[in-house]
């Protein structure tokens, strides 16, 4: 016999570990699936925002960075050639993916969400007030019926179904790249961002809670082949900057990420929500994507948690209309910086005057740092 469930999250990553907690919180029946085993190694920036972490803060979670031990980041380097220039940063941490994730999966798990790793799921049809899923697993497949299902399951998404509900890929997207070094050179200390511009890309470095080198970079898709591979595109931005090379060969990695930036498909049909990297993405440039997850999973919580109860289309309006005004700010800046960093010669001459005026660049690091705000205030189950 097929299990109803009230709500199914497909993806465990920030914002589907968030939102499953959240919603569990509220009294759901929740069921978190992800194709991956935990802990996990994911390309990212390792990067939090003051805004991440004040999302979490508000929720209960603050502790968490702080077992995890969290790196505080005081710098943000920038290299654009051979130009440089200092930023201050505050509040902003470094922790790993690995870490962070099981984390979030653990404390879903402490609410009374039921977890199962191992799953890949398959969209269903849509049938008397339930989405069926189809999941295979190592012990076989089988089928679940929700009330409810979140999409959380990053760039791609788990549930596209025709063409309106697919994420579009912008023109001239970027791919993302990630390693990691179990050391790597003594110049790219702790407590800092490195971010070093190219022509064709840019690099960031940043230690993580262990000691451990993370890089993560944004690449135009021709200038990784024509370098031969993603170390190569890398190698080549580093020693345009005149600085340190990588190791050889890194403990994690090399891996990539489809293309980066995504216009948005439909966030909402019926019964369905999506959430976080799968409701569409901008290249974040020093932490924001995980304030974006961690938003949208706090305000998708008591609207999908109150459409569990019984579905209207009244639960798909507000969330199509609260994630478009959650998203735009925060996103909207990092579309202009990495259109910036598209543009060699501007961004030698920009980071030129931050090097003597560090302080023009505080608006907008601090546009950057700021939690997206979701306007749910008026809605009967906010």
Same mark, same amino acid.
Not at 7 to 30: N, T
Not at 210 to 234: E, H, K, T
């Given at each position: 016999? +097929? ?5 199914? %999250?497909?993806?465990a990553g920030p914002a589907g570990s968030l939102v499953a907690r959240e919603m569990a ?5 929740? &069921? &978190?699936?992800d194709r991956a085993e935990f802990p996990r190694w994911k390309v990212c920036g390792s ?18 960075? /702080?077992?995890?031990?969290? %790196? ?12 440089? !220039?200092? #930023? ?51 012990? *076989? ?9 979140v999409d959380a399951a990053g760039l791609v998404g788990a549930t596209a179904g025709s ?37 064709? *890309?840019?690099?960031? &470095? ?8 993370? =890089?993560?970079?944004?690449?135009? $898709?021709?200038? =990784? ?18 600085? $340190? ?6 403990? &994690? *990695? ?31 440039? +020093? ?5 974006? !997850? ?26 199509? /209309?609260?994630?478009? /005004?959650?998203?735009?700010?925060? /996103?909207? =800046? ?15 001459? +920009? ?15 601090? #546009? ?15």
């Amino acid at each position: 016999m +097929t299990r109803v469930r009230g709500v199914a %999250v497909i993806g465990a990553g920030p914002a589907g570990s968030l939102v499953a907690r959240e919603m569990a919180r509220r009294g759901a029946d929740v &069921l &978190l699936l992800d194709r991956a085993e935990f802990p996990r190694w994911k390309v990212c920036g390792s990067c939090m925002s003051p805004g991440s972490a004040s999302i979490l803060e508000s929720v209960g979670l603050g502790h968490v960075l /702080q077992r995890l031990g969290a %790196v505080p980041l005081t710098a943000l380097r920038l290299s654009a050639g051979r130009v440089r !220039a200092t #930023l201050g940063l505050s509040r902003q941490v470094a922790v790993s993916r690995e870490a962070l994730d099981h984390a979030l999966i653990q404390e879903a798990v402490d609410a009374g969400v039921q977890f199962m790793p191992g799953s890949r799921v398959r969209l269903g049809d849509l049938a008397s007030g339930h989405q069926c899923l189809h999941l295979d697993q190592v012990g *076989g497949r089988s089928e679940i019926r929700a009330r409810v299902v979140v999409d959380a399951a990053g760039l791609v998404g788990a549930t596209a179904g025709s063409d309106a509900d697919r994420s579009v890929v912008r023109p001239g997207s970027r791919v993302g790249l990630g390693a990691v070094f179990k050391e790597g050179p003594s110049e790219y200390e702790p407590g800092a961002i490195h971010m070093v511009m190219g022509r064709y *890309g840019y690099v960031g &470095l940043v230690r993580v809670e262990d000691g451990r080198l993370n =890089v993560a970079a944004a690449f135009d $898709p021709a200038a =990784v082949s024509a370098a031969g591979s993603p170390a190569g595109a890398v190698a080549e931005v580093l020693s345009e900057a005149g600085l $340190p090379s990588l190791p050889e060969s890194p403990l &994690l *990695g090399w891996r990539g990420t489809p293309a980066l930036t995504r216009a948005p498909g439909a966030v909402v049909s019926e019964r369905l929500f999506r959430v976080g990297d799968a409701a569409g993405y901008v290249e974040p440039f +020093t932490g924001e994507g995980m304030a974006w !997850a961690f938003s949208g999973a706090c305000a998708l919580a008591p609207i999908a948690t109150d459409a569990a109860r019984e579905w209207t289309p009244a639960h798909a309006l507000a969330w199509s /209309q609260a994630h478009g /005004q959650g998203s735009h700010r925060g /996103q909207a =800046v990092c579309r202009a910086v990495a259109w910036g960093l598209r543009q060699p010669r501007l961004s030698r001459v +920009t980071v030129r005057i931050l090097a003597h005026a560090p302080g023009l660049a505080r608006p907008v690091v601090r #546009l950057v740092e700021s939690p997206p705000r979701f306007a749910l205030e008026a809605a009967p189950w906010a």
